[in-house]
């Protein structure tokens, strides 16, 4: 079974500056999507960023990229340019690639914005 | 226009009562999935149904039954509910072909047992 871990339950940063959610991840697939999620306070699951891996290239979306590393099943989210409103809990997730699967989540990172 | 939507956005009962959660997406989507969020903000796939169809039951018990009337709709029925059932209830929708898709979520239910 597929696994997904987000070793960093809380992590906080300044306000402009940058800060990487880690993920990890557990598959014997060779072609699979992953995915990052947003859930600000109102609990809304907002897709942030996604990649799939077949792609050697990370994704990226405005202030927000990904660390893709394939042979080590890392997933990492970078946050450029933090904004008050980034301020959430983020889930890595991932799913395989075969037809309508679910999504397997990691635990979560709660992200702090300090102004 | 809301993509998903979940009807009731809270919902507080006691033990032992019967409850329902609706959810209807206008995405034309065939996919649909209940997933539960527990307290420590854990989310984990309970159901999927693809066109009506129950493809997915990740060993839920049985006092909970889904039912997919048709392929814009997704309810859950949760029978002679218990304390442990207390969590935030998520519907979700994707198309089938491919799984590049993102899933899309309803602002989800939460549940409070009593």
């Known amino acids: 079974a597929q696994t997904v871990t987000q070793s960093q339950p809380e992590m906080s940063v300044q306000e402009a500056e940058t800060v990487t959610l880690s993920c990890t991840y557990d598959t014997s697939e060779s072609d699979y999507y992953l995915f990052w999620y947003k859930q600000p306070p109102s609990r809304q699951m907002i897709l942030v960023i996604r990649q799939e891996a077949y792609k050697q290239q990370n994704a990226t979306e405005n202030r927000f990229s990904v660390n893709f590393q394939k042979a080590a099943k890392s997933f990492s989210l970078k946050i450029s340019d933090s904004q008050l409103g980034d301020a959430a809990m983020y889930f890595c997730a991932y799913r395989t690639d075969s037809g309508n699967t679910p999504l397997v989540f990691g635990k979560g990172t709660r992200l702090s914005v300090i102004a | 226009d809301t993509a998903v939507s979940q009807t009731p956005k809270y919902l507080v009962t006691q033990m032992g009562n019967d409850k329902s959660i609706k959810c209807e997406q206008n995405?034309?989507?065939?996919?649909m999935y209940w997933y539960k969020q527990d307290s420590k903000k854990f989310l984990k796939i309970m159901f999927s149904y693809n066109n009506k169809e129950l493809i997915i039951n990740e060993t839920v018990p049985n006092r909970f039954s889904p039912k997919s009337p048709d392929k814009a709709h997704l309810n859950l029925h949760i029978n002679s509910l218990e304390l442990g059932d207390s969590a935030v209830y998520f519907c979700?929708?994707?198309?089938?072909?491919?799984?590049?898709?993102?899933?899309?979520f309803g602002p989800g239910t939460r549940l409070t047992v009593t």
């Open positions: 995405l034309g989507h065939d996919t």
């Open positions: 979700a929708s994707s198309p089938y072909r491919t799984s590049l898709y993102e899933q899309y």
